[in-house]
C-alpha cells in the first residue's frame, strides 16, 4: 500500500471542493483551480477529508495512487497559503527590476532580458539582487522560477548568475599557473 496514497487530504474551513468524476476542483481563499486525474483512480470527498483509492494492485495504480493524492494535496495548500520561490542573483552590475508586469533583468548581456508575468503568477523584486515568483499553482511557479533561473545559471568558477534562495553551488578551482624554475 503506497503510505503517501493512503493518507487522506484533510480540507481547511472556507475551501470548496467539488468533484466532477475525474475532475477535481478546489476553490479558496487565494483562487480556484482544476485538474483532470486519470480515469482509474477514486476520488472521494468525506466530510473535511479527499480519500484517493486504488482499484486494483497493478504497477500503474499503485504509480498513480501517490501522485494523485499529492496533486490533490498541492491543490490545496496552494488555494489557502498558495506557494513561492526565491531566487537570487550574484554578480557585479547584475540585477533585477519590475516595469510594469515585466522583470526585466541586467545580466550581463549586451540586451537586457525580459520576462512577462503569466495569468496567476506574480514577480516581487523586494530589492534589486532578489525575485520572488508567487501563486496558487505549485507546478506553474516551479516552472517559471526555473525559466527565470535559466537565463544565466551560476558558474562554478565565480559562482555569478541566478541562483535559488539556499542553492548551493559547488565551486571549482581556477586554472593553476606556469611553475617557475
Not at 554578480?91 to 545580466?107: C, F, S, T, W
Not at 537586457?112 to 508575468?117: D, M, T
Amino acid at each position: 500500500m503506497s503510505r503517501i496514497g493512503k493518507m487522506p487530504v484533510s480540507v481547511p474551513a472556507g475551501v470548496d471542493v467539488k468533484i466532477d468524476g475525474t475532475t477535481l476542483t478546489v476553490k479558496g481563499p487565494k483562487g480556484t483551480l482544476t485538474e483532470t486525474f486519470h480515469h482509474d483512480m477514486i476520488i472521494k470527498h468525506e466530510g473535511a477529508e479527499i480519500i484517493v483509492e486504488r482499484p486494483s494492485e497493478d504497477k500503474m495504480h499503485k504509480s498513480l495512487h501517490g501522485l494523485t493524492r499529492t496533486l490533490i494535496h498541492n491543490m490545496v495548500v496552494g488555494v489557502t497559503d498558495g506557494y513561492s520561490k526565491a531566487l537570487e542573483i550574484e554578480g557585479v552590475g547584475y540585477r533585477a527590476q519590475k516595469q510594469g508586469k515585466n522583470l526585466v533583468m541586467n545580466l550581463g548581456y549586451s540586451h537586457q532580458v525580459i520576462v512577462p508575468e503569466i495569468d496567476g503568477i506574480t514577480i516581487e523584486v523586494p530589492n534589486n539582487t532578489s525575485i520572488i515568483v508567487k501563486g496558487i499553482d505549485k507546478q506553474v511557479v516551479g516552472q517559471l522560477a526555473a525559466e527565470i533561473r535559466e537565463k544565466r545559471p551560476p558558474e562554478p568558477y565565480k559562482g555569478k548568475g541566478i541562483r535559488y534562495a539556499g542553492e548551493h553551488i559547488i565551486r571549482k578551482e581556477g586554472k593553476a599557473g606556469k611553475a617557475k624554475k
